[in-house]
């Protein structure tokens, strides 16, 4: 018990003094999870706007494959781009992986069914008649759509805080893409992984004292924005 407190003071202070370790690795995690949502909302909030709004042959299968992709482990996924971005895979000549901006891509495919199926959702809930309506009064198809996206942005705007929270929580798609080179690829997760084997608790516990600040924060939003949405 008492190597585990003298552990927490020393994570303590590692947090109050600013280490730079701290920093570097805190700094890229924000990074790479603020790069990767970013990437992922582009490509799924019109892609779940799209879905949610549009009847097509498939759009149950759709569907299903979109939630049964919410629920696929990290490894899976950083292992499956891991094969296509090593250099004898089909986008080797990208030369992505072990980067900062492997990690930023693998991250945002992890995200994207969270950001596609949570926009889905908020969309579909609208009435449909809100549309019409907005039709009906002269409004061009382009104004009803943000007519749409107005109503829905409270569930559009919890899926993408919902998806930096998944990604600045990750380490499967990290470790793997990243290699967890240190002063290159490390982020939070994995320093903590590492530092675990090596016995540093006091980084490893300042690092997950840090992350869960950060998942606090992301949460307090998320339910801020769900209550604001529910007004």
Known sequence: MQTLLDALASALRLIVTLDADVLEYAGRTLLIGLAATILASLL???L???IAEREFPGKRALVTLLNTLLAV???VVGLTLYVLLSRHGPLGSLQLLFTVRGIIL???VLVLPIVTTFTLTAVARIDRDV???ALALGASHG???WTVMREARFGVLAAVIAAFGRVI???GVAMILGGNIDRFTRTMTTAIVLNVDMGNLAL???LGIVLLGVALAVNVLLQSLQGGGGQ
């Open 48 to 50: 779940g706007v799209l």
């Open 44 to 46: 799924g909030v019109p």
């Open 131 to 133: 549309r019409r309506t």
């Open 106 to 108: 693998g991250e945002a």
């Open 143 to 145: 104004q009803a759509f």
């Open 73 to 75: 482990p990290t490894v």
């Open 169 to 171: 929580s990750e380490v």
């Open 204 to 206: 490893a516990l300042a």
